[in-house]
């Protein structure tokens, strides 16, 4: 009878012991199956003097180019050792850090055939300055910025670090008017690069001469002619680090608020239809009417 119930525990054991390895063994096969994380490969950056900025997933920080006006690199050359071009492929919405959108993302193709991202219309890329040599024949190769520095930001006047909630930048283009003509900046005919302002979005903007110190003297009360001259219409001030953001106020229009640079009233022009690095108003209805405003314009009166 003993030897009966010892056989009896001896079946119950290896019978369990089965269960157990089978079931840990589809726990297992679960586990194996699980999809991979998406890793953040863009992230914004947060820095005590320049606030939120873009950064790549090891907190590389990333810039924008001001001769970047129509969207496309103009970076070409020696260029492209000194600011490479930052690349992702196949980017998706979880790829993305809190508080970007993957809708204000797209790439481009490089002249030297690159793919590079860009963000609300500006192209992409890192800092990567020439290191100093060792005195043995080391060093003087370009090298990535470290992870969290911003020295690149405000280089030679046309690199920004890329902030998403800029509402003004730079850019340096040729003036072409709505007459087929190229301006140069003191408005005469010609060839010549003019830096100036444009929304964050890369959008010329305008200032109106025959506008007073922070008077709006064009736009009818009930927005009829605002069609052919918008108001840059908002209330939020956030400039490249190399303007003075205590010229730029806001002023209300008829119950809107207009930005403001220097006393001046700042415009969209219509005939620019939205389209980026445009700049026909310059020349519209002569030239120097609507000049595009920049850093050193004179305070108006």
């Known amino acids: 009878m003993k030897l009966k119930q010892i056989k009896l525990a001896l079946v119950a054991v290896v019978a369990t012991t089965f269960f157990l390895s089978c079931s840990s063994d589809k726990e297992s096969d679960t586990n194996n199956n699980t999809p991979p994380v998406a ?3 863009i992230a914004l950056s947060t820095s005590a003097t320049l606030g939120s ?4 997933k090891n907190g590389r920080s990333l810039y924008f180019f001001a001769t970047d006006a129509n969207g496309q690199a103009s970076c070409t050359g020696g260029c492209e050792a000194l600011w490479p071009a930052f690349s992702v492929d196949n980017l998706t919405a979880d790829k993305l850090g809190a508080g970007l959108t993957l809708s204000d993302f797209a790439s481009i193709t490089t002249t030297s055939g690159k793919k590079q991202v860009t963000y609300k219309g500006w192209p992409l890329y890192y800092y990567a300055p020439v290191s100093a040599s060792d005195g043995y024949g080391n060093g003087g190769v370009n090298t990535p910025e470290a992870a969290g520095k911003t020295t690149g930001d405000g280089f030679g006047g046309v690199w920004f670090i890329a902030k998403p909630d800029y509402s003004i930048m730079i850019v340096k283009s040729q003036l072409l008017g709505h007459d087929g003509k190229n301006y140069k900046s003191d408005y005469t005919v010609g060839d010549g690069l003019t830096t100036y302002f444009t929304d ?24 009829s002619n605002n ?3 918008p108001i840059y219409e908002t209330n939020k001030i956030v400039v490249p680090s190399i303007l003075d953001k205590s010229k730029f106020s806001v002023i209300t229009v008829f119950g809107k608020s207009q930005l403001v640079y220097n006393g001046w009233p700042l415009y969209y022009f219509g005939l620019d239809a939205g389209v980026r690095g445009a700049n026909k108003g310059i020349s519209f209805p002569s030239p120097g009417v609507w000049p595009v405003p920049v850093k050193d314009m004179p305070l108006a009166i």
């Open 39 to 41: 890793k953040t490969e």
């Open 53 to 56: 900025y873009l950064s790549d």
């Open 200 to 223: 964050g979005k890369g959008l010329t903007l305008y200032s109106f001469m025959n506008d007073n110190f922070q008077k709006n003297n064009f736009t009818n009360a009930d927005f």
């Open 227 to 229: 069609s052919v001259w």
